[in-house]
């Protein structure tokens, strides 16, 4: 039984040692951009999320809102298209790439882009996302951008 216990407080002790706060996913709160009347449906709201996610992914989420004066509450769903999403990465704050548009394949609420814009070398760097959602309006589409908080590797 003491045998047990002494394990059980070094291994208490061990993962209170490791550093607090360290996570491997970082994302943005959910933002409002804009509102708009996508053809054929009210008032929507355009809102977005981007973050950093597992070891240097970038991420963006695009999403419809039913309008709420921008609260980004109640989702709304859209037709093919209507929504898009692209990522831009960046590396101890230098820009690596885009992934260029995305739009939505399928009637949706929310489309999300995952996709890999820099390379993670041996040391530590720090990585965040510029995450552009967009939303059809006619023959073209609106846009806003979020940036997702910084995450170290």
């Known amino acids: ?4 216990g002494i394990v059980a407080l070094v291994v208490a002790a061990y993962v209170l040692a490791l550093p607090a706060g360290v996570s491997a996913t970082r994302y943005s709160n959910v933002t409002w951009f804009l509102n708009w009347i996508p053809s054929g449906f009210p008032a929507t709201e355009l809102c977005g999320q981007s973050g950093i996610v597992d070891t240097a992914r970038n991420y963006n989420q695009a999403l419809s809102k039913v309008w709420n004066y921008g609260a980004c509450g109640a989702s709304r769903v859209l037709p093919a298209t209507f929504l898009g999403s692209a990522v831009y990465g960046y590396r101890d ?8 548009y995305y739009y939505s394949t399928v009637a949706t609420a929310g489309w999300q882009l995952w996709a890999t814009m820099c390379s993670n ?4 760097q720090s990585f965040h996302t510029v995450g552009t959602s ?3 309006a006619g023959s073209g589409y609106l846009a806003g951008s979020v940036t997702s908080p910084a995450q170290s590797y």
Do not use: F
């Not at 039984?1 to 047990?4: E, L, Q």
């Not at 704050?93 to 260029?100: I, K, L, R």
């Open 121 to 124: 070398p041996a040391g530590s």
């Open 134 to 136: 967009l939303g059809k």
């Open 93 to 100: 704050g230098n820009y690596c790439g885009n992934s260029g």
């Open 1 to 4: 039984m003491r045998r047990r």
